[in-house]
């Protein structure tokens, strides 16, 4: 395993990044009118990935925020994967055109998980699916639906597919400030041979501490939204934890 990622996030809706609480639309707190400005500050500040979704794109099923997506691949250079309103290969195909390092599907992955097996074929490397999941059961179309799939099956099903990455969020506790379900997000980890990145919940330099805990370390990475935003998380003292624990497994 590689360094320990921390993905700094940048949810979208209506063109300015918010933060929602379980993936409710009607508790959007705004943190940056500037999602590119926003961008750059954690460019900035060291962190190596950036985690982008398109929220009104999530539920509308199509791109929504495609303005403020190019605005921050114009402006950054550190690479962005980017979730919300992937559907189909054309739309695949236009977000690697313009910059976009890694997609993430999420619905589609449920609905029709031949469209995410020709992806991945087609870009190796370059796709990821997202998990999201309430009480283990796979939600969809932005969370406002759950399906009958566990989320260790739908991992599965792609297991064989060249799939990037798992990014696996508990919806219980995203934006909730509760700390990252690390039971059953490691636990997962443990059942896929794809990398599982957490995410939903991750609150506090408590949180990094465990992040780099050695049981963590099957996890390529953790997503950090609310956390940051608000101040609970202070990025340099979390890159260097990072950064320490690194240079003492190489050691």
């Not at 060249?162 to 059942?191: F, K, P, S």
Request: with cysteine; net charge negative.
């Amino acid at each position: 395993m590689g360094a320990v990622i921390l993905f700094p996030a940048i949810d979208l809706k209506d063109g300015r990044c918010v933060r929602l609480k379980q993936g409710d639309m009607g508790q959007a707190t705004v943190f940056n009118d500037d999602p590119a400005a926003q961008a750059a500050t954690f460019e900035a500040q060291g962190f190596r990935w950036l985690h982008v979704v398109d929220l009104d794109g999530a539920f509308a099923g199509k791109p929504m925020n495609a303005a403020a997506v190019e605005s921050i691949l114009k402006q950054v250079t550190f690479p962005v994967q980017l979730g919300g309103g992937i559907r189909d290969m054309k739309t695949v195909e236009g977000w690697l055109a313009k910059g976009v390092a890694r997609v993430i599907i999420g619905t589609a992955a449920v609905r029709d998980p031949a469209f995410v097996r020709e992806a991945a074929k087609a870009f190796p490397g370059k796709v990821a699916v997202g998990i999201d999941a309430r009480d283990g059961l796979v939600a969809v179309e932005g969370w406002a639906e759950t399906s009958a799939l566990a989320a260790d099956d739908l991992g599965r099903r792609f297991e064989d597919a060249g799939v990037a990455a798992i990014i696996y969020t508990d919806i219980a506790r995203d934006g909730m400030l509760q700390g990252i379900n690390w039971e059953g997000t490691i636990a997962l980890a443990h059942a896929l041979t794809i990398p599982v990145i957490a995410s939903g919940g991750l609150a506090s330099m408590a949180d990094i501490e465990r992040l780099v805990a050695p049981d963590a370390a099957i996890l390529e990475g953790a997503i950090t939204g609310r956390a940051l935003y608000d101040g609970r998380i202070d990025p340099a003292a979390a890159l260097a934890r990072l950064a320490k624990s690194d240079a003492a497994v190489r050691s």
